[in-house]
């Protein structure tokens, strides 16, 4: 059995780092290891904290890096001396054996005050192109964990493995269809098309929904709609006149029975929602954010559109008429989707939390290797 260890695990700012963060934090805790969290400001970070009060948590004061050019680099340079600061102060009373930051302005400090204390350091990169900070934070770190193969070659020199990108622990197996179907009162007889659009971005997704909706109605489809914050009234509403069965929600707490009820999911592609839609193996059609930094979830989509396990609609140039076509079509295709399901659990690797924290144990003197 490894020793126990204190590990630090810097992933505020999105979700996009906190929860695959939380991920590992819970799979540490279960080996019996001790973990810190380090989170940012934002208010997402501070809810989502409320469901861990088990972890230790300390906000840094870190904001996006801006253009050196801008006025705002020098209260960025000051902002990242304090958590600089912040961090080996809490490090001097912690004590961690190995650092991990999930990318974001909010894992550079954390990193740089691991290296200062020669401890193992890792940064983990979810999207198939790196972020600004992730390349920048690199050169501190003593290996690269990635989501996605291709973004190795992007980290020239570094020492990278391929871990997959964590899925929260509470995510749950996938279920049986006709009971996941039953939770939303269902037709298992109908094939259901499962629209999410993530915590960013879901109006441009609704928007489309909403245009297609009459021309939907023609198909003997239902639908499972999670809409966001906004906008699952008008969902409901359009559904209702165009007499297609559904289930409309804002969000879904117990994400396992939706992705276990859907034939064909619309989705964004983010890295979180990518792993979960290879964890369930699902077909899909991906409407990548158009305004993602460095139009990385244009980057993560062609990985699996390449791979056999998506089809790609760009935002600005959908036509409902065709968008329309292509969700009947591909409904309609068993085979077709059968084998993009197929693809889509080949593409990215399993148990990716566990992956992440073989990594950090065989990082401490004593650990297993992975």
């Known amino acids: 059995m490894t020793p126990s260890f204190r590990v630090v695990i810097a992933c505020g700012g999105t979700g996009g780092h906190l929860f695959p963060g939380l991920a590992v934090a819970e799979a540490l805790k279960a080996r019996g290891h001790e973990v810190m969290l380090f989170v940012s400001e934002k208010e997402i970070d501070t809810l989502a904290l409320k469901a861990h009060p088990d972890f230790r948590a300390e906000k840094l004061p870190s ?35 190995v650092v991990l930051g999930m990318g974001g302005f909010t894992s550079t400090a954390p990193i740089l005050a691991g290296r200062l204390r020669r401890l ?56 049986d269809r006709k009971a996941a179907l039953a939770t939303f009162r269902l037709d298992p007889e109908r094939k259901t098309l499962l629209v999410m659009g993530g915590s960013q971005g879901a109006s441009g997704i609704n928007q489309i929904l909403f245009k297609c909706a009459p021309l939907l109605g023609r198909e003997s489809l239902q639908i499972i709609h999670l809409t966001g ?3 699952d009234r008008l969902a409901a509403a359009n559904y209702q006149r165009e007499n297609i069965p559904h289930y409309v929600a804002p969000f879904h707490h117990r994400m396992e029975e939706v992705l276990s009820a859907a034939d064909l999911v619309v989705s964004r592609a983010g890295a979180a929602s990518l792993s979960e839609l290879s964890q369930f193996g699902l077909a899909s059609v991906l409407i990548p954010y158009p305004f993602a930094t460095d139009d990385h979830q244009t980057h993560n989509a062609n990985v ?34 059968q084998e993009m399901s197929a693809a889509a659990r080949a593409l990215l690797p399993r148990n990716a939390a566990e992956n992440v924290a073989d990594e950090i144990e065989a990082a401490v003197p004593g650990g297993r290797r992975p």
């Open 63 to 97: 904001i996006g890096m801006p253009s050196v050019l801008s006025p705002a680099f020098i209260r960025f340079l000051r902002r990242s001396w304090e958590s600089l600061g912040t961090c080996r102060r809490a490090y001097h009373k912690f004590r961690p054996a």
């Open 120 to 175: 193992p350091t890792f940064i983990h990169e979810s999207n198939a192109i790196p972020g600004r900070a992730n390349k920048f934070t690199a050169r501190f770190a003593t290996k690269v964990l990635l989501g996605f193969s291709e973004c190795e070659a992007l980290f020239p020199g570094r020492n990278c493995v391929v871990t997959g990108t964590p899925v929260r622990r509470d995510l749950g197996a996938p279920m």
């Open 229 to 231: 914050d906004r906008d």
């Open 304 to 337: 699996f559109v390449n791979g056999g396990a998506a089809e790609l609609q760009r935002e600005p140039e959908v036509v409902p008429e065709a968008f329309a076509a292509l969700i009947a079509n591909l409904l309609a295709n068993d085979g077709r989707r």
